[in-house]
């Protein structure tokens, strides 16, 4: 423990999610031993996040108006959306260059142990973007954890309907691991997703 103000922003460190005691405490200390360092912008900054940032009405992603950079992008594929659980999965798809369809972020997944039930996500919103027709595919990238799976199912059962395709992202073996390492699931679904391969 120090004393004051010093463990007050250890404190308030500590409080944001992923910082564990130590790392607030090196942050800390940076703020405090570095004096080219100044915390007036970070303060600045933090303060505008609040009184700028919103969510997307389309999909549900950061914005700063009323749509996301994504979704007022017109060189994006309309009938194909990617569902995610957070804000940060999309960036996350984004970093691969891989999709160039539009997403609708849920802001979470089904788990009744913590009692977030599918009213307590957007998928309400999801079944009216899917009315008019326009989307012709929807695919499922929750995580591959029990939440994840258990919304993944919830979803694919919901979405049902004829001219929609449904699909849900592979997993499996990561590159570079060694199956010795791999736990049951992991194996289990790169065994179900497994590909031919092309002679």
Do not use: W
């Not at 979405?159 to 997993?171: D, E, F, K, W």
């Amino acid at each position: 423990m120090y004393e004051g103000i010093v463990q007050e922003l250890i404190d308030e460190l500590g409080r944001l999610p992923g910082v564990g005691p130590k790392s607030a405490q090196r942050i800390a200390f940076h703020i405090v031993q570095t004096e080219s360092y100044d915390p007036t912008r970070l303060s600045e900054v933090l303060a505008e996040v609040r009184d700028k940032v919103r969510f997307c009405q389309q999909c549900g992603n950061v914005a700063e108006g009323e749509l996301c950079s994504i979704c007022r992008d017109p060189r994006r594929v309309p009938s194909v959306i990617c569902v995610v659980e957070e804000a940060k999965d999309v960036v996350a798809i984004e970093r691969t260059r891989e999709f160039r369809g539009l997403y609708h972020v849920l802001g979470g997944a089904i788990s009744p142990i913590d009692g977030i039930g599918p009213d307590q996500l957007r998928i309400t919103q999801l079944v009216q973007r899917l009315a008019d027709g326009t989307v012709t595919e929807v695919i499922i990238a929750t995580d591959p954890n029990l939440e994840g799976e258990a919304t993944a199912t919830y979803l694919s059962r919901l979405l049902i309907q004829p001219g929609l395709r449904v699909s849900r992202l592979a997993s499996g073996l990561p590159v570079g691991g060694d199956l010795e390492y791999a736990d049951e699931v992991t194996l289990g679904r790169a065994f179900e997703g497994r590909r031919v391969v092309e002679h």
